[in-house]
Structures are given as structure tokens and as C-alpha cells.
């Protein structure tokens, strides 16, 4: 529990002096690089603090210069953060629109192009999938879960189908990870926070090159069972 307590306040005060540096820094220099390498810091020193490692296989997939929709699974709440660190890229996300609420860390967000979406109505949420399109084909790498929200049981959900018409519309391949053990750490609901390693598998790309529309839902299974195959290779902690 102390662990925790000590983990959020070190976060909570990171964002809150560091974030208004940053956002003025990136104001002068014209680009968002500095925000993002004060956010893998915070990553590295949290995971440090509560002891928490990251093994990582197949990173030689990602490809210098090439732009990608990192597809995963959804277990824990340190999922994104330790993707966004693992991949060494200056991830955009499409996130739950709540999300902006938050004081300070809502205007880093939106400085550094995240998407919010309103997941309350199907309807609502295609403003945010053409906006992350766009800066898809823009050249801008994205993460999202496309089962939505983290799992309560540990198995892998059903997946929405948005995120792969994004894909499809920027014409980027998708990359499907496979994350493991971050249940284990700290699942939905719970405040501690356990030492632990969490296991990230980057698999092949999946093209989406000549893909349609109608072709959303093969690339959906296509991603899923590749995301599926490696949490296979071992069990949830």
C-alpha cells in the first residue's frame, strides 16, 4: 500500500512541476520531443520505485521511420505506461475522453495530440477516429486497447472494431503486443502495487495496404489471435 501511496504522490507532483516546464519548452522549440522524454523518465523512476521491470521480446519488429497502430491487450493499469516506455516511440493514444478532466495533465495531453473518444455512443466516437487517422497518415505512431477497457477476469475481450478502421483509413500496418503479468502487479480496482516483471511481445506487423473498409473485421481477427497467441506462451501471474 505504501508503495503505492508513494508511487502516485511522486507522479502527481512530477505532472504538476514539471509538465507547465515542459509544455513552455516544447512552446520555444516547436516540437513535443521534450515532453515526451520528461514522461519516459517518470515511466523509468515509477517502475523504479515500485519495483516493477519490463522484459521485452520481438522490439526488432518496430521499424526505423515506419509509422504504427500498436494494438494490445488490457489487464492492468500500467499497460499504457510501460507500452508508451517499451517501444521508445513518441506514442499519440486514442483515450477515454474523462480523461480530460484532468487538471494539467489534460493540457499535456492535448499539446501532444492524444484522441480522446466518447465511448458512450458508437456515434460519437468517429470524430476521434478520423482525427487519429489523420495523424496516422500524418506519420505519428498511436496505441490503443481495442477491447476498450481493462478486463475484470483476465481473459482476453471482445475487441471494438473502431480502432482497426483507423488502421485502415491511414493505410499504417497495425502491430499486435501481447503484455503479461501486469494483472498480477496492480489489476483493475486495486490500489497497491506489487514488485513484479511485466512481459511485453511485439509481433509481427499486419499489413493494411489495399485493405477496405469491409475488410476491418479480418484484420481484427488477424490481430487478435496473434495478441492471443502470446499470452498463451504463459500464464497470467
Known amino acids: ?58 522490439r526488432d519488429r518496430i521499424k526505423p521511420g515506419q509509422s504504427y497502430l500498436f494494438l494490445s491487450n ?3 493499469n500500467l499497460d499504457g505506461p510501460v507500452l508508451f516506455y517499451a517501444t521508445g516511440r513518441n506514442l499519440r493514444a486514442v483515450i477515454k475522453k474523462e480523461m480530460m478532466k484532468i487538471p494539467v495533465f489534460s493540457a499535456v495531453l492535448k499539446k501532444v495530440n492524444f484522441v480522446p473518444i ?15 487517422a489523420q495523424l496516422l497518415k500524418d506519420g505519428y505512431s498511436f496505441f490503443a486497447f481495442p477491447e476498450g477497457t481493462r478486463s475484470r477476469d483476465g481473459q482476453l475481450g471482445e475487441f471494438k472494431k473502431g480502432v482497426f478502421v483507423m488502421a ?22 486495486r490500489y497497491g ?4 516483471t511485466v512481459e511485453l ?34 500464464a497470467e501471474g
Open 74 to 76: 488490457h489487464q492492468g
Open 118 to 132: 466518447d465511448r458512450t455512443d458508437p456515434m460519437k466516437t468517429r470524430p476521434g477516429i478520423d482525427r487519429a
Open 193 to 196: 502495487i506489487k514488485p513484479g
Open 1 to 58: 500500500m505504501w508503495r503505492a501511496t508513494l508511487v502516485y504522490a511522486f507522479v502527481g507532483l512530477y505532472v504538476a512541476i514539471l509538465a507547465p516546464i515542459g509544455m513552455l519548452w516544447s512552446y520555444f522549440a516547436g516540437n513535443t520531443d521534450f515532453l515526451f522524454s520528461l514522461a519516459r523518465f517518470c515511466v523509468r523512476v515509477a517502475g523504479w520505485m515500485c519495483h516493477v521491470r519490463v522484459e521485452v521480446q520481438g
Open 201 to 234: 511481445i511485439f509481433h509481427d506487423p499486419l499489413s493494411t495496404e489495399n485493405m477496405r473498409f469491409e475488410d476491418r473485421d479480418h484484420l481484427l481477427r488477424l490481430t487478435r489471435a496473434a495478441i492471443a497467441q502470446g499470452l498463451s506462451m504463459g
Open 168 to 189: 485502415i483509413r491511414a493505410g499504417v500496418p497495425v502491430l499486435p503486443v501481447s503484455i503479461r503479468n501486469s494483472r498480477a502487479i496492480q489489476p483493475p480496482g
